[in-house]
Protein backbone atom coordinates (compact mmCIF):
# COMPACT_ATOMS: atom_id res chain seq x y z
CA UNK A 1 0.00 0.00 0.00
CA UNK A 2 1.47 3.38 -0.83
CA UNK A 3 2.07 5.58 2.36
CA UNK A 4 0.07 8.71 2.60
CA UNK A 5 2.53 10.92 2.70
CA UNK A 6 3.65 9.50 -0.84
CA UNK A 7 0.51 10.33 -2.11
CA UNK A 8 0.07 14.14 -4.20
CA UNK A 9 -1.90 16.47 -2.07
CA UNK A 10 -4.78 16.76 -3.74
CA UNK A 11 -5.96 13.02 -3.41
CA UNK A 12 -5.33 13.40 0.70
CA UNK A 13 -8.81 13.06 2.04
CA UNK A 14 -9.88 15.17 4.94
CA UNK A 15 -9.42 14.16 8.11
CA UNK A 16 -13.56 13.98 9.48
CA UNK A 17 -13.82 11.91 6.12
CA UNK A 18 -11.00 9.40 6.95
CA UNK A 19 -12.24 8.63 10.56
CA UNK A 20 -16.14 8.37 8.73
CA UNK A 21 -14.99 5.87 6.24
CA UNK A 22 -13.56 3.65 9.11
CA UNK A 23 -16.17 4.35 12.02
CA UNK A 24 -19.44 4.08 9.24
CA UNK A 25 -20.28 7.38 10.15
CA UNK A 26 -20.27 9.16 7.10
CA UNK A 27 -23.18 11.38 7.06
CA UNK A 28 -26.17 11.32 4.46
CA UNK A 29 -27.93 14.38 3.10
CA UNK A 30 -30.28 15.59 5.69
CA UNK A 31 -34.01 14.71 4.50
CA UNK A 32 -36.66 16.80 3.59
CA UNK A 33 -38.87 17.07 6.22
CA UNK A 34 -42.44 17.59 5.96
CA UNK A 35 -46.15 17.55 7.76
CA UNK A 36 -48.89 14.93 6.91
CA UNK A 37 -52.41 17.01 7.64
CA UNK A 38 -54.89 13.75 7.01
CA UNK A 39 -54.58 10.01 6.64
CA UNK A 40 -57.52 7.55 4.89
CA UNK A 41 -58.58 5.07 7.45
CA UNK A 42 -57.22 2.26 5.49
CA UNK A 43 -53.19 3.24 5.75
CA UNK A 44 -51.83 0.67 8.47
CA UNK A 45 -51.80 2.74 11.76
CA UNK A 46 -49.07 0.59 12.96
CA UNK A 47 -45.43 0.44 11.16
CA UNK A 48 -44.98 -0.74 7.60
CA UNK A 49 -42.95 -0.70 4.61
CA UNK A 50 -42.88 -0.65 1.02
CA UNK A 51 -41.46 0.93 -1.86
CA UNK A 52 -42.37 3.23 -4.34
CA UNK A 53 -44.34 2.19 -7.09
CA UNK A 54 -44.92 5.49 -9.46
CA UNK A 55 -44.54 9.06 -8.72
CA UNK A 56 -46.08 12.18 -10.44
CA UNK A 57 -45.83 16.10 -9.75
CA UNK A 58 -48.45 16.09 -7.14
CA UNK A 59 -48.75 12.43 -5.90
CA UNK A 60 -46.13 9.46 -4.61
CA UNK A 61 -48.00 5.74 -4.80
CA UNK A 62 -46.11 3.74 -2.83
CA UNK A 63 -46.86 -0.64 -2.49
CA UNK A 64 -47.40 -2.00 0.50
CA UNK A 65 -48.56 -5.07 0.52
CA UNK A 66 -51.95 -5.42 -1.37
CA UNK A 67 -52.34 -1.87 -1.05
CA UNK A 68 -51.09 1.09 -2.92
CA UNK A 69 -50.64 3.96 -0.88
CA UNK A 70 -50.78 7.67 -2.43
CA UNK A 71 -48.74 10.32 -0.76
CA UNK A 72 -50.38 13.73 -2.42
CA UNK A 73 -50.39 17.29 -2.33
CA UNK A 74 -53.83 18.84 -1.10
CA UNK A 75 -54.75 18.48 -5.65
CA UNK A 76 -54.96 15.21 -4.98
CA UNK A 77 -57.88 15.29 -1.96
CA UNK A 78 -58.51 12.70 0.89
CA UNK A 79 -59.20 8.89 0.17
CA UNK A 80 -59.28 5.73 1.69
CA UNK A 81 -55.68 5.30 1.06
CA UNK A 82 -53.79 8.56 0.85
CA UNK A 83 -52.00 10.82 3.09
CA UNK A 84 -52.09 14.63 2.19
CA UNK A 85 -49.03 16.65 2.75
CA UNK A 86 -49.83 20.18 4.90
CA UNK A 87 -47.84 22.53 2.37
CA UNK A 88 -46.85 22.29 -0.86
CA UNK A 89 -43.11 20.53 -0.74
CA UNK A 90 -42.92 21.29 -4.44
CA UNK A 91 -42.39 18.45 -7.12
CA UNK A 92 -42.38 15.14 -5.70
CA UNK A 93 -40.50 13.66 -8.55
CA UNK A 94 -37.71 15.40 -6.85
CA UNK A 95 -38.24 13.86 -3.46
CA UNK A 96 -39.11 9.93 -4.23
CA UNK A 97 -37.71 7.99 -6.56
CA UNK A 98 -39.16 4.48 -7.81
CA UNK A 99 -38.03 1.82 -6.20
CA UNK A 100 -36.51 3.52 -2.96
CA UNK A 101 -37.70 2.18 0.00
CA UNK A 102 -40.59 3.80 2.23
CA UNK A 103 -41.21 3.18 5.84
CA UNK A 104 -43.28 4.06 8.22
CA UNK A 105 -42.42 4.37 12.11
CA UNK A 106 -42.80 6.21 15.51
CA UNK A 107 -45.58 8.26 13.65
CA UNK A 108 -43.04 8.99 11.08
CA UNK A 109 -42.76 7.99 7.28
CA UNK A 110 -39.18 8.40 6.04
CA UNK A 111 -37.35 7.95 2.89
CA UNK A 112 -34.10 7.95 1.85
CA UNK A 113 -34.84 12.14 0.88
CA UNK A 114 -37.82 12.38 2.82
CA UNK A 115 -39.44 12.22 6.69
CA UNK A 116 -42.88 13.16 6.89
CA UNK A 117 -44.12 13.80 10.47
CA UNK A 118 -47.83 12.15 11.11
CA UNK A 119 -48.28 13.21 14.50
CA UNK A 120 -50.75 15.71 13.98
CA UNK A 121 -52.54 13.99 11.20
CA UNK A 122 -56.17 13.57 11.49
CA UNK A 123 -57.83 10.75 10.41
CA UNK A 124 -59.89 10.94 7.17
CA UNK A 125 -63.36 8.74 6.20
CA UNK A 126 -66.09 9.13 4.20
CA UNK A 127 -69.03 10.93 5.90
CA UNK A 128 -71.89 8.46 5.48
CA UNK A 129 -74.97 9.16 3.46
CA UNK A 130 -78.04 9.68 4.08
CA UNK A 131 -81.35 7.75 2.46
CA UNK A 132 -81.85 8.15 -1.14
CA UNK A 133 -83.64 10.64 -2.90
CA UNK A 134 -86.59 9.17 -5.19
CA UNK A 135 -85.28 7.85 -8.72
CA UNK A 136 -86.77 11.35 -10.28
CA UNK A 137 -85.33 13.19 -8.54
CA UNK A 138 -81.98 11.75 -8.84
CA UNK A 139 -82.44 11.41 -12.75
CA UNK A 140 -83.37 15.18 -12.95
CA UNK A 141 -79.73 15.94 -11.13
CA UNK A 142 -78.24 13.39 -13.51
CA UNK A 143 -79.50 15.09 -16.48
CA UNK A 144 -78.20 18.44 -15.00
CA UNK A 145 -74.80 16.82 -14.08
CA UNK A 146 -74.25 15.64 -17.88
CA UNK A 147 -74.78 18.80 -18.96
CA UNK A 148 -72.40 20.12 -16.71
CA UNK A 149 -69.76 17.48 -17.90
CA UNK A 150 -70.40 17.67 -21.78
CA UNK A 151 -69.46 21.26 -21.65
CA UNK A 152 -66.26 20.48 -20.06
CA UNK A 153 -65.44 17.42 -22.46
CA UNK A 154 -66.33 19.48 -25.27
CA UNK A 155 -62.93 21.30 -24.77
CA UNK A 156 -61.21 18.16 -23.77
CA UNK A 157 -62.35 15.25 -25.69
CA UNK A 158 -60.68 11.83 -25.26
CA UNK A 159 -61.67 8.13 -26.18
CA UNK A 160 -64.56 8.26 -24.09
CA UNK A 161 -65.92 10.60 -26.91
CA UNK A 162 -64.82 8.65 -29.83
CA UNK A 163 -63.48 4.94 -29.78
CA UNK A 164 -64.84 3.96 -26.21
CA UNK A 165 -68.28 5.03 -26.89
CA UNK A 166 -69.99 1.96 -27.67
CA UNK A 167 -67.58 0.39 -25.21
CA UNK A 168 -69.28 2.31 -22.54
CA UNK A 169 -72.58 1.75 -23.14
CA UNK A 170 -72.40 -1.59 -24.07
CA UNK A 171 -70.81 -2.26 -20.27
CA UNK A 172 -73.68 0.04 -19.14
CA UNK A 173 -76.30 -2.21 -20.66
CA UNK A 174 -74.71 -5.03 -19.24
CA UNK A 175 -74.42 -3.99 -15.63
CA UNK A 176 -78.36 -2.64 -16.50
CA UNK A 177 -79.23 -6.40 -17.38
CA UNK A 178 -76.71 -7.78 -14.70
CA UNK A 179 -74.90 -9.74 -17.10
CA UNK A 180 -71.51 -10.27 -15.56
CA UNK A 181 -69.85 -12.04 -18.35
CA UNK A 182 -70.63 -9.41 -21.18
CA UNK A 183 -70.18 -6.72 -18.07
CA UNK A 184 -66.30 -8.27 -17.87
CA UNK A 185 -65.42 -8.25 -21.03
CA UNK A 186 -66.20 -4.47 -21.67
CA UNK A 187 -64.13 -3.48 -18.79
CA UNK A 188 -61.40 -5.56 -20.01
CA UNK A 189 -61.58 -3.45 -23.04
CA UNK A 190 -61.96 -0.09 -21.17
CA UNK A 191 -58.79 -1.26 -18.68
CA UNK A 192 -55.41 0.95 -19.30
CA UNK A 193 -57.01 2.62 -22.60
CA UNK A 194 -57.14 6.27 -22.74
CA UNK A 195 -55.20 9.39 -22.38
CA UNK A 196 -54.02 10.79 -19.46
CA UNK A 197 -51.59 9.79 -16.71
CA UNK A 198 -54.57 7.82 -15.54
CA UNK A 199 -55.91 6.37 -18.41
CA UNK A 200 -59.52 7.56 -19.24
CA UNK A 201 -60.89 4.04 -19.29
CA UNK A 202 -60.05 3.18 -15.96
CA UNK A 203 -61.31 6.76 -14.44
CA UNK A 204 -64.51 6.07 -16.39
CA UNK A 205 -64.45 2.53 -14.39
CA UNK A 206 -63.88 4.13 -11.45
CA UNK A 207 -66.87 6.48 -11.56
CA UNK A 208 -69.02 3.77 -13.08
CA UNK A 209 -68.37 1.23 -9.96
CA UNK A 210 -69.07 4.23 -7.28
CA UNK A 211 -72.24 5.18 -9.22
CA UNK A 212 -73.31 1.34 -9.22
CA UNK A 213 -72.32 1.12 -5.28
CA UNK A 214 -74.09 4.22 -4.63
CA UNK A 215 -77.16 2.76 -6.16
CA UNK A 216 -77.07 -0.84 -4.71
CA UNK A 217 -76.38 -0.11 -1.34
CA UNK A 218 -75.86 3.03 -0.82
CA UNK A 219 -72.24 2.86 0.47
CA UNK A 220 -69.95 5.70 1.43
CA UNK A 221 -69.18 7.34 -2.08
CA UNK A 222 -67.41 10.69 -2.76
CA UNK A 223 -69.62 14.08 -2.34
CA UNK A 224 -70.58 13.64 -6.25
CA UNK A 225 -72.74 11.08 -5.38
CA UNK A 226 -74.03 12.29 -1.84
CA UNK A 227 -75.00 15.71 -3.89
CA UNK A 228 -76.90 13.68 -6.90
CA UNK A 229 -78.28 11.02 -4.99
CA UNK A 230 -78.95 12.38 -1.44
CA UNK A 231 -78.68 15.93 -0.73
CA UNK A 232 -81.40 17.97 -0.34
CA UNK A 233 -80.23 21.18 -1.96
CA UNK A 234 -79.16 21.17 -5.50
CA UNK A 235 -76.80 23.76 -5.40
CA UNK A 236 -74.68 20.55 -3.75
CA UNK A 237 -74.13 19.19 -7.24
CA UNK A 238 -72.44 22.34 -8.76
CA UNK A 239 -70.31 22.37 -6.08
CA UNK A 240 -69.38 18.95 -5.90
CA UNK A 241 -69.44 18.62 -9.53
CA UNK A 242 -66.62 21.75 -9.90
CA UNK A 243 -64.52 20.34 -7.18
CA UNK A 244 -64.53 16.92 -9.06
CA UNK A 245 -64.02 18.33 -12.66
CA UNK A 246 -60.85 20.60 -11.19
CA UNK A 247 -58.83 16.61 -10.59
CA UNK A 248 -56.22 16.40 -12.96
CA UNK A 249 -56.65 17.40 -17.08
CA UNK A 250 -59.12 15.31 -17.99
CA UNK A 251 -59.51 12.05 -14.66
CA UNK A 252 -61.99 14.22 -12.79
CA UNK A 253 -64.42 14.25 -16.13
CA UNK A 254 -63.88 11.00 -16.79
CA UNK A 255 -64.81 9.76 -13.54
CA UNK A 256 -67.98 12.07 -13.44
CA UNK A 257 -68.63 10.63 -16.78
CA UNK A 258 -68.69 7.17 -15.13
CA UNK A 259 -70.82 8.16 -12.16
CA UNK A 260 -73.29 9.86 -13.86
CA UNK A 261 -73.73 7.17 -16.90
CA UNK A 262 -74.03 4.52 -14.10
CA UNK A 263 -76.84 6.32 -12.05
CA UNK A 264 -78.47 6.85 -16.02
CA UNK A 265 -77.91 3.48 -16.57
CA UNK A 266 -79.63 2.03 -13.54
CA UNK A 267 -82.16 4.79 -12.79
CA UNK A 268 -86.05 3.58 -12.62
CA UNK A 269 -87.31 6.91 -14.05
CA UNK A 270 -84.43 6.72 -16.94
CA UNK A 271 -85.92 3.17 -17.53
CA UNK A 272 -89.42 4.23 -17.80
CA UNK A 273 -88.61 7.48 -19.92
CA UNK A 274 -86.91 5.19 -22.89
CA UNK A 275 -89.77 2.71 -22.83
CA UNK A 276 -92.16 5.08 -23.19
Known amino acids: MTPAAALPAHSERPAAARIASVTGLATRPARFAATVESIGHLVPQSSWSGRVHSVFARACNVACGERLLTIGTRAVGDGPTTLVLAR????????????ERVEARDRRIFSARVALDLASARVWRAAERGPLLSAAAIEARVRRARACIAQRRATQPNIL???????AKTLLDACAALDSARAR???????GW???????GDDFIVGLLAG???????????RVLAALCCSDDERDVDVALHDLLSLGATSGADTASGIVAALHAWSPASAFAEAA
Open 88 to 99: DIGDLRDRFAIG
Open 161 to 167: DREATGI
Open 185 to 191: AQLDRLI
Open 194 to 200: GEGLTPA
Open 212 to 222: LDALARNARVD
